[in-house]
């Protein structure tokens, strides 16, 4: 996929070509959900916030502004859909109690230290633990991470894709990746064995 | 064990290599000698290995061809000034009504008729005919759902699509400008939230059911905002579709 490209179906869809956004929506579909899957309580949000992101995009393809990053101006479309939908769904809830996803998070995981020997079960039991830590996190922090590790954005791109200053940005994952380290180490198989963990990802 | 506070900072920085090279270098300096700091990076690495990947997201079915068809469906009824979002429909519902009344009050005093409930019909000298003839004309999707003969109060039952048109023939007719102007649609502004930072900051806002701001501003500092938004490379960003309101944007209404 080159950028070339990229810019033809960009340009071709702001004049209503369908076909040329289909492209587009194609090759973000994935990152867009992955974000919105991480920003919503559940697959449906996700979908819809997701949904509702690739509609804006092509009702605001007009106005956008070519030397911005389509990937981040659609990435804060999405995020901004997440909010969006949680803000209504804020506001229709009524007192539920406690949701489920506070329960997840104080769940124990004692029992599962028997740690699998296999590297690769171990990392996606790892991985779990990962999305759970992820949604004990507050909206603004989750969506840094996620931005910073999933779509591997630099400071910059996030601050630009969040409509923060790059302080903001640093101090913000600073915080989420403190705080995802601090549940995975209360939870469980998250210690010693780290340190020996592959970095194959180190860098970017 | 806690990182040291003294490289707290540039941890995170390091391990997103946002560091310059002297920096990266005294960090590593750091690490060697000191297992906390390591910990914390070996952990944050750990968690980048095992991060879920974009590639493994398991899309909803179909999901790409609900897009395209909600897209064909939004774009139906003529992009960009449609949209599926239904708060826009109880925005522009009270608008529709002052636009009703607008064209009543004209009707009636211009031609002079008690009700205008032929509008349309026959009665094509009557500016709420050619209203609704217009939007008729121009919206294939509402063409079939809008009788001509129904009565003026009834545009406020109407859907925002159809309402839309008939205010923009409103706005065009009484002032021949608005029209023309792509940032403005019988008064009514969309603002990014940083344009509502820059240029509302002393207006107070009302939140509508839906979230979204709403200034209303008297002529003077509505006309003020307009030529402030020109005066600015801002300009370009207003969008001329309320329809397409993405998040955090804001409403300004102008004041009678």
Known sequence: ?204 | MNICENYAALLDLYIDGELSVAEMEDVQQHLAVCPACQAYVDDAFAIRAAFPDVEDTVLPEDFSAGVMAAIANASRAARPRRSQKRSWTRIIAPLAACCAIVLFVQNTNGSKKDAPMAAGSSSSTTSTSVAYSAASASDDAMAGGMMKSEAPESMVTMDSAMMETACDQKSASSDGTAATEPAMRGGILCLSPEQAEAHLSGHDAVENEDGILCYTLSAEDYTALLNALEQTEDERNVISDTGALPADYVLVYQAD
Request: with cysteine.
């Open chain 1, 1 to 204: 996929m080159n950028d070339l490209q990229e810019q033809n179906w960009i340009a071709a869809a702001a004049s209503g070509d369908q076909e040329a956004f289909a492209q587009l929506v194609h090759m973000y579909e994935k990152k867009v959900y992955a974000l919105t899957l991480r920003m919503c309580k559940n697959p449906e949000d996700a979908a819809e916030a997701a949904q509702e992101a690739f509609l804006s995009a092509w009702q605001a393809l007009p106005f956008f502004r070519q030397e911005a990053q389509f990937s981040t101006w659609l990435y804060r479309l999405a995020s901004n859909a997440c909010v969006d939908l949680l803000r209504r769904e804020k506001r229709h809830r009524v007192n539920a109690a406690v949701s489920l996803d506070d329960e997840d998070v104080t769940l124990d995981f004692a029992d599962d230290n028997a740690l699998q020997p296999h590297a690769e079960a171990e990392r996606s039991e790892l991985r779990a633990q990962i999305e759970e830590g992820l949604q004990s996190l507050s909206e603004e922090h989750r969506a840094v991470l996620v931005l910073r590790e999933m779509h591997q954005l630099s400071y910059d791109e996030i601050a630009d894709t969040l409509d923060l200053d790059v302080g903001t940005v640093k101090s913000r994952i600073s915080r989420a990746r403190g705080q995802l380290r601090k549940y995975l180490l209360k939870n469980g198989n998250f210690s010693p064995p780290a340190a020996s963990k592959e970095t194959e990802r180190e860098g970017r």
